[in-house]
């Protein structure tokens, strides 16, 4: 008869810390990642690639968003703004110096990282609240001056973007794209995964938690939440830099304020303070605003006053209820749920 112990125990401290712990977890990752840069960009059609692209840089921004907010404890409004900010850094390379695709990259995380810089500035002297105010005000002061940036952002009129170029071969295609979007994407989760759990990542959840007590026991904790506005800003420059050479032209209006207002929406679905918890999110909102758009026809059909127009009006309500559920039945997200199934896998058959 075949043994099947209950449960999984480390014996070392390599074992205890190492970031995929068992043989089941990483043939479950071997099994992701050929899902996703095998089956998924041959077998899917255009439209649910499109979808796909957008989740991938969804993904990225959200990981800038969760070192911020979810481990550092720093609420940030203004997220749109610092992704309008990378885009349009890497457009004006492209449209006006004509810059290459990856040549432009470093102007992008230049131009976001000093912006970061600035903001975080306030976070000496200001806390909780009025943090939130602050990124709320540079929101809007950023995207002010982009409007009125004259021929380097053009205005209303916007940025043309060429597609981008890797070895003589042009990414015009959504399967192009695809492994692109998603490569950027795999590799800024497993930074984003290894900077959480080293010694500035456990120096984020020290500020996050009590930053008296993280003062006291001698950590820098200007310098700290400095530097997690930085990074935060810095992973959404990549965002908008892929996100101006995807969709190959950037308008103002491609950053509203309400974006930055659903980043957190997808923290709180997901989970704050978790890696996997903003992949959720990402993948939850993205896909419910889908759902919703392939259901407005039927929806419409049966009652006639909810078509049309009302699905925009339709989705935010949508996502305004989901977060009310979370908030209430389940504060740590999906990330949690995911957790719990996992635990019982784990203690089988004794998973009480």
Known sequence: MLKKPCGTFDQTYAQDMAPVRTLYRKILLVCL??????????????????VMNIIGITV?????????TGYCGLISVGHAAFIAVGAYASAALS??????????????????????????????????????????AAHYIVI?????????????????????VILGYRLNTERSMYFLI???????????????????????VAVRDN???????????????????IISSMYAGIAGWLQAHYLGMITIEQFPLMDSIWYLGMLIVGGMGSITGAIFGAFAFRLLAQAVISLSPIVGQLVPALS????????????????????VVEPRGLNHRWQVMLASFRLWPFPY
């Not at 009125?148 to 060429?162: A, R």
């Open 211 to 229: 930053d008296i007590a993280a003062e006291f026991m001698g950590l820098d904790v200007f310098r700290v939440k400095l530097l997690a506005f």
């Open 144 to 164: 002010w001056l982009l409007l009125h940036g004259g021929e380097v952002t053009k205005g209303v009129w916007g940025l043309p973007c060429e597609s981008p």
């Open 182 to 204: 998603m490569a950027i994407a795999a590799l800024s989760t497993i930074l984003a995964f290894n900077l959480v759990r080293s010694r500035f990542g456990r120096a984020l």
């Open 308 to 327: 049309g127009s009302s699905v925009a009006g339709i989705t935010q309500v949508l996502f305004g209820l989901v977060i009310l559920f979370f908030l």
């Open 60 to 68: 990225i921004a959200m990981m800038g968003l969760n070192i911020l």
């Open 33 to 50: 990642f050929l899902c996703i840069f095998i089956l998924v960009p041959f077998l899917a059609n255009n439209y649910f690639l499109s």
């Open 95 to 136: 449209n006006h110096l004509g810059f290459p695709f990856w040549a432009t990259l470093p102007g992008a995380l230049l131009a976001t990282a000093i912006l970061g810089l600035i903001v975080g500035l306030p976070s000496l002297r200001i806390k909780g609240f009025y943090v939130a105010v602050s990124t709320l």
